[in-house]
């Protein structure tokens, strides 16, 4: 996502499926099966190495007693609709036993409060968070992935990914993390991660990513305090509980249809030679990226011709709201919409772009947003409720980018290199138009990785808009894109 500052690479914050009683399994990865992403069944039982695993943490630095937040609260209940949770992906040099890796997650559990807490609905339909007593994060440690020489299979990968949108998480039981790991006798691994987003952000998935690596490199990981929610960061006052009882009963559709997972990642000079010339034209990268994928998309889809196209983008609130690497949900959104014109031209709509979003001004908005979720919550917003708000023409958009920017940390922890980034990723439910791209975008050592999920992706969406952005930096060759290919679903 983008950061509430304007920077020449912003970070990116947030976005926005599943049925369990789909036909067929949501564990094909490459061309097997395997048992461990059939359900979430399998992800109950973590190995723990013969021992117990211990997460426990003094109740005087755990605090659970305050009642979620209107943006946690709303993005809970969507997840009662769609499944509302973050994934990401990390490519890593060097690789772990299965104790070490039980190790390291019980420690970023025991120093991260909402990684052992979960969310159930009161009496009321009211939630609120209660500790989850000694259960450890799900870990699934994979042997049926695919490598290539150098590093994983790309259809593995994608699939994989797709399976870890495909499962919603459970918020009533917790702990509201699970995550799958694939070691490679390459001396490479692979992790994913996904959190419900209630409680999460895809910032601090990389925060997530950084504190294992930390752990397992034998680095001993501090015990963080609650954090606040946004309503509290921003002075406004608890949502009042409404008087009558909320539906808040699961609903989400029964339907089978499977997310397609691509990625796509730019050369170290094509990123460096995109963020120079926007600076030139007064400009961001980020507003470069979207107006490409602007042009690109209408340059293939005649839907996109004649219509405005709204983009939508979270925002970062950490440094605005001095906060640095806690697991939180932590961002805002902003939106965009550009209507076609006649003449103009690829830089002038990032220009348009960059001014519509204004990152730098999303204090106010956020603090609107607050006052009115918390309004809707306190009048007994539920499910149907939320699944209109979610069909309205004020939340509708055709594109979505989650930019993360650049990674805020080392990517050299240890023995461990993180050498790629891939998401954050959001499952969208059916209900909404299924032509929607979501994008999220990740910078690991000065290359731009993009990851495209979508039930109904533009033919070689990612392709194009790299192809638009080399075109329009026109002092590097094609030579400066480095490709992932487009895969379909299954990775076949």
């Given at each position: 996502?983008?950061?509430?500052?304007?920077?020449?690479?912003?970070?990116?914050?947030?976005?926005?499926?599943?049925?369990?009683?789909?036909?067929?399994?949501?564990?094909?990865?490459?061309?097997?099966?395997?048992?461990?992403?059939?359900?979430?069944?399998?992800?109950?039982?973590?190995?723990?190495?013969?021992?117990?695993?211990?997460?426990?943490?003094?109740?005087?630095?755990?605090?659970?007693?305050?009642?979620?937040?209107?943006?946690?609260?709303?993005?809970?209940?969507?997840?009662?609709?769609?499944?509302?949770?973050?994934?990401?992906?990390?490519?890593?040099?060097?690789?772990?036993?299965?104790?070490?890796?039980?190790?390291?997650?019980?420690?970023?559990?025991?120093?991260?409060?909402?990684?052992?807490?979960?969310?159930?609905?009161?009496?009321?339909?009211?939630?609120?968070?209660?500790?989850?007593?000694?259960?450890?994060?799900?870990?699934?440690?994979?042997?049926?992935?695919?490598?290539?020489?150098?590093?994983?299979?790309?259809?593995?990968?994608?699939?994989?990914?797709?399976?870890?949108?495909?499962?919603?998480?459970?918020?009533?039981?917790?702990?509201?993390?699970?995550?799958?790991?694939?070691?490679?006798?390459?001396?490479?691994?692979?992790?994913?991660?996904?959190?419900?987003?209630?409680?999460?952000?895809?910032?601090?998935?990389?925060?997530?990513?950084?504190?294992?690596?930390?752990?397992?490199?034998?680095?001993?990981?501090?015990?963080?305090?609650?954090?606040?929610?946004?309503?509290?960061?921003?002075?406004?006052?608890?949502?009042?509980?409404?008087?009558?009882?909320?539906?808040?009963?699961?609903?989400?559709?029964?339907?089978?249809?499977?997310?397609?997972?691509?990625?796509?990642?730019?050369?170290?000079?094509?990123?460096?030679?995109?963020?120079?010339?926007?600076?030139?034209?007064?400009?961001?990268?980020?507003?470069?990226?979207?107006?490409?994928?602007?042009?690109?998309?209408?340059?293939?889809?005649?839907?996109?011709?004649?219509?405005?196209?709204?983009?939508v983008t979270p925002v970062d609130l950490r440094r605005q709201l001095d906060i640095d690497d806690d697991v939180g949900l932590f961002g805002s959104a902003t939106r965009a919409s550009l209507a076609p014109t006649i003449d103009g031209s690829f830089w002038e709509d990032s220009r348009a772009?960059?001014?519509?979003?204004?990152?730098s001004a999303i204090s106010q908005p956020t603090r609107n947003s607050i006052r009115s979720m918390s309004e809707l919550l306190t009048k007994g917003l539920d499910v149907q409720g939320l699944l209109r708000v979610r069909e309205s023409d004020a939340v509708q958009?055709?594109?979505?980018?989650?930019?993360?920017?650049?990674?805020?940390?080392?990517?050299?922890?240890?023995?461990?290199?993180?050498?790629?980034?891939?998401?954050?990723?959001?499952?969208?439910?059916?209900?909404?138009?299924?032509?929607?791209?979501?994008?999220?975008?990740?910078?690991?050592?000065?290359?731009?990785?993009?990851?495209?999920?979508?039930?109904?992706?533009?033919?070689?969406?990612?392709?194009?808009?790299?192809?638009?952005?080399?075109?329009?930096?026109?002092?590097?060759?094609?030579?400066?894109?480095?490709?992932?290919?487009?895969?379909?679903?299954?990775?076949?």
């Amino acid at each position: 996502m983008f950061e509430s500052r304007t920077r020449d690479q912003e970070s990116g914050l947030r976005h926005e499926s599943r049925s369990d009683n789909c036909s067929h399994s949501s564990a094909l990865i490459g061309d097997t099966l395997s048992p461990r992403f059939q359900s979430m069944a399998s992800f109950a039982a973590p190995s723990t190495g013969g021992r117990p695993a211990d997460v426990r943490c003094s109740t005087d630095t755990f605090s659970m007693n305050r009642r979620l937040g209107s943006t946690e609260h709303v993005f809970w209940l969507m997840n009662r609709v769609v499944a509302s949770h973050v994934v990401i992906a990390a490519e890593i040099d060097g690789i772990a036993g299965a104790e070490a890796w039980r190790d390291a997650f019980d420690a970023l559990q025991r120093r991260h409060p909402l990684l052992r807490a979960r969310i159930p609905p009161t009496a009321l339909g009211f939630p609120q968070l209660e500790l989850v007593s000694e259960r450890p994060i799900p870990v699934h440690h994979v042997d049926d992935a695919r490598w290539e020489t150098d590093r994983i299979s790309d259809a593995w990968l994608d699939s994989a990914i797709a399976s870890m949108l495909d499962e919603a998480i459970d918020t009533d039981i917790g702990p509201m993390m699970r995550a799958v790991v694939a070691s490679g006798r390459n001396g490479k691994s692979v992790l994913l991660l996904a959190c419900a987003h209630a409680i999460c952000d895809g910032i601090s998935l990389t925060y997530c990513v950084r504190d294992l690596l930390q752990a397992l490199s034998g680095q001993s990981l501090g015990i963080l305090s609650m954090p606040r929610s946004l309503d509290q960061l921003y002075g406004e006052a608890d949502i009042s509980p409404p008087v009558n009882k909320v539906i808040v009963d699961e609903c989400r559709p029964r339907h089978c249809d499977r997310l397609t997972v691509s990625r796509l990642k730019l050369s170290r000079e094509l990123t460096t030679r995109i963020v120079q010339r926007a600076r030139d034209e007064r400009t961001t990268f980020h507003g470069a990226l979207c107006s490409a994928m602007l042009g690109y998309g209408r340059s293939i889809n005649p839907a996109w011709r004649g219509k405005p196209i709204r983009i939508v983008t979270p925002v970062d609130l950490r440094r605005q709201l001095d906060i640095d690497d806690d697991v939180g949900l932590f961002g805002s959104a902003t939106r965009a919409s550009l209507a076609p014109t006649i003449d103009g031209s690829f830089w002038e709509d990032s220009r348009a772009i960059t001014r519509e979003l204004k990152p730098s001004a999303i204090s106010q908005p956020t603090r609107n947003s607050i006052r009115s979720m918390s309004e809707l919550l306190t009048k007994g917003l539920d499910v149907q409720g939320l699944l209109r708000v979610r069909e309205s023409d004020a939340v509708q958009r055709e594109i979505t980018v989650s930019n993360l920017g650049n990674l805020r940390f080392a990517t050299q922890i240890g023995r461990f290199h993180i050498t790629a980034i891939w998401g954050p990723c959001v499952p969208m439910g059916q209900k909404d138009d299924p032509n929607i791209q979501t994008v999220g975008v990740a910078t690991v050592d000065g290359r731009a990785n993009l990851t495209l999920a979508s039930f109904a992706p533009l033919p070689s969406f990612l392709t194009g808009v790299a192809e638009t952005l080399s075109s329009e930096c026109r002092s590097f060759e094609g030579a400066s894109l480095s490709r992932v290919p487009d895969i379909k679903p299954g990775g076949q």
